[in-house]
T-cell receptor, first 107, second 114 residues
Framework: RKEVEQDPGPFNVPEGATVAFNCTYSNSASQSFFWYRQDCRKEPKLLMSVYSSGNEDGRFTAQLNRASQYISLLIRDSKLSDSATYLCACTGNQFYFGTGTSLTVIP | GAGVSQSPRYKVAKRGQDVALRCDPISGHVSLFWYQQALGQGPEFLTYFQNEAQLDKSGLPSDRFFAERPEGSVSTLKIQRTQQEDSAVYLC????????????FGDGTRLSIL
């Protein structure tokens, strides 16, 4: 079983829509959680860390549910520029990434 | 430099050749990580250094893969006797402190083995 599981999508949503991604992790001792964004043929870029109390950065909201061992990312008012692959990551002995969820925002 | 720097950006080698990939982390970053990313997959952990110490190399796929960071800054990932399945993007990332802190990635080296 992989440390981190993500629905690969693809998610195709119209501009302005709200979209949510979930990611489950298997190690209950994981301490830190992150969302990364990866554009085609580019490196992953840190989008936001995920804090226990949940956190927001503009149109992006990240939440952590330790009891159910999942993290989520909510994107409100989707823009065309949000089209990318979104990778979740958690830490244990190493840094573990999900396979990524592909998002395409359609005009 | 401001970010993580990797070289070369692209490398084409014939099967059986040895290759060396370089990573220059963000100045002052203690931890350095190497990942392998295949098309359509997330980055897969290869190895991790804290300063010059290689703390975890459990992700290296075979003994053909070797990484070093002798002075605690620049790191080299070496692949000996390359095989076609080694073709992938190799990403390097660094972080300020421990494995629990966010990582910042370089552009990656796209390796193609013919």
């Amino acid at each position: 079983r992989k440390e981190v599981e993500q629905d690969p999508g693809p998610f195709n949503v119209p501009e302005g829509a709200t979209v949510a991604f979930n990611c489950t992790y298997s190690n209950s001792a994981s301490q830190s959680f992150f969302w990364y964004r990866q554009d085609c043929r580019k490196e992953p870029k840190l989008l936001m860390s995920v804090y226990s109390s949940g956190n927001e950065d503009g149109r992006f909201t990240a939440q952590l549910n330790r009891a159910s061992q999942y993290i989520s990312l909510l994107i409100r008012d989707s823009k065309l520029s949000d089209s990318a692959t979104y990778l979740c990551a958690c830490t244990g002995n190493q840094f573990y990434f999900g396979t990524g969820t592909s998002l395409t925002v359609i005009p | 430099g401001a970010g993580v720097s990797q070289s070369p950006r692209y490398k084409v080698a014939k099967r059986g050749q040895d290759v060396a990939l370089r990573c220059d982390p963000i100045s002052g970053h203690v931890s350095l990580f190497w990942y392998q990313q295949a098309l359509g997959q997330g980055p897969e952990f290869l190895t991790y250094f804290q300063n010059e110490a290689q703390l975890d190399k459990s992700g290296l796929p075979s003994d053909r893969f070797f990484a070093e960071r002798p002075e605690g800054s620049v790191s080299t990932l070496k692949i000996q006797r390359t095989q076609q399945e080694d073709s992938a993007v190799y990403l390097c990332a660094s972080s300020l402190g421990t494995v629990n802190q966010p990582q910042h990635f370089g552009d990656g080296t796209r390796l193609s083995i013919l």
